[in-house]
């Protein structure tokens, strides 16, 4: 379980962003990385295997810590609520399959490199909600039978499944990736399993315009087209998209004299 610093405590050219699952895990990352196979689902485990798992986690297998990027993106995708029961505070970044399961999980696949494998699934955006400390004390309970991995998924889906989620999914991907002052820009290919979301989201419907627009990185901009997930880096912005100006898309600016 991660916990979000300011909320609350809790126990312990042109190029491509990578596929996901059917289910929102898998691909993504994993597609992009040589010599890596593509990253099957975590396992969604019962209430019982979870306590197993927690009961039998060496300690000598460090849990992986979730990235500050990921954390902003769970707390900003439900609107700082918990996805349960809709309380503000104290709130968790919860994972639905716990890290010991998808590594033991991971450990017992084909391949190289099974524990870099299994980093990859179990910060899936898809693997992470936001629950309020009570929720998520009863979704690690497994006496508590009505609050289980089953109910999260169904939560998360319908969550994902509107058009606030791609508008906010879209804005924050815009933001990582042009950065600011204080943090850096978050990579495309960190970002690929957003990416992945969005293009899904496009072809549903689900996602108003523009899905084609620039945003700005470093010195030049990235031409993003979410029907399609790729990304083209341009030394000048192209004037028939709009373009990401930090809160919102405008039309880009003339292009600079030579």
């Known amino acids: 379980m991660q916990v979000h610093p300011r909320l609350g405590t809790g126990p312990g050219g042109s190029r491509r962003a990578g596929g996901l699952g059917a289910d929102g895990f898998g691909g993504g990352l994993g597609d992009r990385l040589p010599g890596r196979v593509t990253p099957r689902p975590p396992p969604a485990p019962s209430s019982a295997a979870r306590q197993a798992a927690l009961r039998n986690y060496p300690p000598w297998v460090p849990r992986p810590p979730t990235p500050e990027w990921l954390k902003r993106f769970v707390i900003e995708l439900y609107g700082g609520r ?42 899936q955006p898809a693997n992470l909600v936001l629950l309020c400390a009570n929720c998520h004390t009863l979704l690690d309970d497994p006496a508590v039978a009505e609050v289980d991995q089953g109910l ?31 943090r850096p820009s978050v990579s495309d290919a960190a970002l690929a399993p957003l990416f992945d979301w969005l293009q899904k989201a496009v072809e549903r419907g689900a996602l108003p315009e523009p899905r084609r627009f620039t ?19 341009k030394v000048e912005p192209d004037p028939a998209f709009p373009l990401w100006n930090g809160r919102d898309f405008a039309s880009p600016p003339s292009p600079r004299s030579p």
């Open 152 to 182: 999260m998924f169904y939560l998360r889906d319908r969550a994902t499944a509107t058009e606030h989620f791609g508008e906010v999914t879209r804005a924050f991907v815009c933001k990582e990736m042009t950065g600011n002052r204080r």
């Open 82 to 123: 918990c996805l349960r029961c809709g309380v503000d505070r104290p709130l968790e970044v919860a994972h639905l399959a716990p890290w010991p399961v998808v590594r033991d999980d991971a450990m017992r696949q084909p391949g190289q490199n099974q524990e870099g494998m299994a980093i990859l699934r179990f910060h």
């Open 215 to 233: 945003v700005p990185w470093g010195n030049g901009f990235f031409e993003v087209d979410l029907a399609s997930s790729d990304l083209e880096y």
